[in-house]
């Protein structure tokens, strides 16, 4: 069973910061998913990754397969960004198993 | 194309009766999943169907939870009797099935908040 572990849970910063949220799994995985949701709003999946770095928009996210890790960073912060995000990984099943989900890090960007 | 989507987004009930949830999937994604988030914890898999096959069924909590999903099309998810502590967020998601065995993009509906009084 894979464990997922995210850091910060929380995190609070001044618009225009560089943001990181760090993501560690226990078990290898056929992929890693980025989910945003804001409050009160859906989850949008924003990357999913298995090897490498991917980029969209001010998003960049990262993974570390040997280290079993991953990273979220948003340049230039502002607070539209502000929002739960969650780190999420497939097993190495198949594929298409189910998500195993971390506790999610709650972003909030100040004017 | 339309999203996923649920249906209630709320809904209140009493210990002891029934509720079914409802998810519409996606056009032509034959991967769909249930999940749940409970206050204050992670988001948890229940299950997953590959058309209208219970692909892994792993994460139901009892055998008060069923899951249907005929004709491959939309599913349902009753809970019969409801218990307090099956109050939370379900979330349905759906996705491609993929022919080379590798992750899809799980798309999420919004959610029913269930409460259990």
């Known amino acids: 069973k894979n464990e997922v572990e995210q850091s910060p849970q929380n995190l609070t910063a001044q618009e225009g910061e560089f943001i990181t949220i760090n993501c560690s799994y226990s078990?290898?995985?056929?992929?890693l998913h980025w989910l945003q949701q804001h409050p009160g709003g859906g989850i949008v999946s924003l990357f999913m990754?298995?090897?490498g770095k991917k980029k969209h928009g001010r998003l960049i996210a990262t993974i570390n397969i040997q280290e079993k890790h991953s990273s979220l960073h948003i340049t230039a912060s502002h607070p539209r960004d502000s929002a739960v995000y969650i780190c999420?990984?497939?097993?190495?099943?198949?594929?298409?198993?189910?998500?195993?989900f971390g506790k999610g890090t709650h972003l909030i960007i100040q004017p | 194309e339309a999203g996923v989507t649920q249906f209630p987004s709320h809904s209140v009930i009493e210990k002891g009766q029934t509720v079914t949830l409802r998810c519409d999937p996606i056009?032509?994604?034959?991967?769909l999943y249930w999940y749940r988030r409970v206050m204050g914890k992670e988001i948890k898999f229940l299950l997953h169907?590959?058309?209208?096959?219970?692909?892994?069924e792993s994460g139901m909590p009892n055998n008060r939870f069923l899951a249907e999903r005929t004709g491959g099309t939309y599913s349902t998810l009753k809970v019969q009797p409801a218990e307090l502590e099956d109050s939370g967020v379900y979330f349905c998601?759906?996705?491609?099935?993929?022919?080379?065995?590798?992750?899809?993009?799980?798309?999420f509906g919004p959610g029913t908040r269930l409460l259990v009084l």
């Open positions: 998601a759906s996705s491609r099935l993929s022919k080379r065995l590798v992750a899809e993009t799980q798309y």
């Open positions: 078990v290898g995985i056929s992929a």
């Open positions: 990754l298995s090897s």
């Open positions: 999420a990984v497939s097993g190495s099943g198949g594929g298409a198993d189910g998500l195993t």
């Open positions: 056009s032509g994604h034959d991967n």
């Open positions: 169907f590959v058309k209208e096959s219970k692909q892994d």
